[in-house]
């Protein structure tokens, strides 16, 4: 991934929109990575890609639920919490 500072990002944003729509670029401040900028057509497939996990976790939920399967509250919290820590 292309790397630019905020200033270059600022003094040579058209060169940047144009690099964007190949792969996306990586912004930093005082040496710290703030900020992606990805190309619209990327930006709405990560959209979609999000859309359709929500789905599918609805989905196995109600599977789930019809299944009598389904785990109490400390349980299901504890394992969201994992999954959202890796």
Do not use: C, W
Request: proline share 1%; charged share 30%.
């Amino acid at each position: 991934m292309k790397a630019v500072t905020a200033n270059e990002a600022k003094t040579q944003f058209g060169n940047m929109l144009m690099s964007v729509q190949r792969a996306p670029v990586q912004i930093s401040k005082n040496g710290k990575a703030v900020a992606v900028v990805v190309s619209m057509e990327d930006y709405e497939k990560m959209e979609e890609l999000k859309l359709e996990m929500l789905k599918e976790r609805v989905h196995r939920a109600q599977a789930e639920i019809e299944a009598g399967t389904t785990a109490g509250g400390d349980a299901f919290f504890d394992a969201l919490l994992a999954e959202t820590s890796d």
